[in-house]
């Protein structure tokens, strides 16, 4: 494991502690001698993490759509900055450059980017591990959802055990290197699926 890539808010949250533990990430990342892949920006938590992986002594490499470079909000002290054209370059583009995949607290975004590494991985597109570092709690009803959805049958449930949810940064650093992507079946109903065929 060379890279990680980071997924986080773009806005501070409502808790001290949002921002307290994404500076925490980005220096133990970069003393662990890990690059940092993130969203490219200079704002929120996003820059919380590059800021201090950067200060740390790190490498940060961000990938950002046009559109947001020309809102002035992309960092300009990375170690590197690719610019692509949309938002569907830029989740291939961190794709392929990191070895695994982070969640902090964040919107609309960080659900957006997460769930499709999560679904990548489901498809066999992807066979990189996925964490959602939590911070008080934040990501508690978000499991419990994935619980639902694994009762309910839309998920396998080694498919919702193939991801990592916690606080503690050793444990979540220890499990994505000792990572073995899970070989579940997607469908969970292959009977039922072939005689709608």
Not at 96 to 120: I, K, R
Request: negative net charge.
């Amino acid at each position: 494991m060379k890279s990680v890539c980071v997924y986080c808010g773009s806005n501070l949250g409502n808790r001290p502690i949002y921002g307290e533990r994404a500076a925490e990430l980005g220096a133990r990342l970069a003393r662990e001698g890990l690059a940092v892949v993130y969203g490219g920006g200079n704002v929120g938590l996003m820059g919380i993490v590059a800021d201090a992986a950067l200060a740390a002594g790190g490498e940060v490499i961000g990938v950002i759509p046009e559109q947001l470079v020309t809102m002035e909000v992309a960092h300009k002290g990375l170690t590197r900055l690719d610019v692509v054209a949309n938002m569907h370059e830029r989740k291939a583009r961190m794709f392929d450059l990191s070895d695994a995949f982070v969640a902090l607290p964040g919107g609309f975004g960080t659900m957006d980017e997460m769930f499709e590494m999560l679904t990548w991985r489901q498809l066999g597109i992807g066979d990189r591990p996925c964490a959602f570092l939590d911070i008080d709690g934040f990501y508690s009803p978000l499991m419990a959802m994935m619980d639902r959805m694994v009762a309910e049958r839309f998920v396998h449930a080694d498919q919702r055990q193939d991801l990592w949810h916690g606080e503690d940064m050793d444990e979540m650093l220890a499990w994505m290197r000792a990572y073995e992507p899970a070989h579940a079946q997607k469908w969970l109903d292959e009977k039922r699926r072939a005689s709608l065929r």
